[in-house]
């Protein structure tokens, strides 16, 4: 069975960090491509980074660039979500996506259509 599961969310302080993890099973992240999405109360889902299969290219939403870094680590089948800075528009459940893509260098994009595979989410919550 295909799965992602999150974890690492919590509550945390304006200008405070967190490291989101998304653990996958039944398949190896090596042939997928990766996005991270979030869902504030009221709002759409939004994309914020993604990683192409071979972990090589990276692109991050204006809203979190320079504050956020995403990474992968293949020999445990994980993919993380550095986020530093953080600010009280970032509150939000994040999400982590996947879909498998014959080009190892192609980039999915922020389209959530793109993913077939999702994790449950977790919740981020930034408050003083």
């Known amino acids: 069975q295909l799965q992602l599961v999150e974890s690492g969310g919590g509550l945390v302080q304006p200008g405070g960090s967190l490291r989101l993890s998304c653990a996958a099973s039944?398949?190896?992240?090596?042939?997928?491509?990766i996005g991270w999405f979030r869902q504030a109360p009221g709002k759409e889902r939004e994309g914020i980074s993604c990683?192409?299969?071979?972990?090589?290219?990276?692109n991050y939403a204006d809203s979190v660039k320079g504050r956020f870094t995403m990474s992968r680590d293949d020999a445990k089948n994980m993919v993380y979500l550095q986020m530093n800075s953080l600010e009280a528009e970032d509150t939000a459940v994040y999400y982590c996506?996947?879909?498998?893509?014959?080009?190892?260098?192609?980039?999915?994009?922020?389209?959530?259509?793109?993913?077939?595979?999702w994790g449950q989410g977790t919740q981020v919550t930034v408050s003083s």
């Open positions: 039944g398949f190896t992240l090596d042939s997928y491509a």
């Open positions: 990683m192409s299969g071979d972990g090589d290219r990276t």
């Open positions: 996506a996947a879909h498998p893509d014959l080009l190892p260098s192609n980039l999915r994009g922020f389209d959530q259509r793109a993913y077939g595979l």
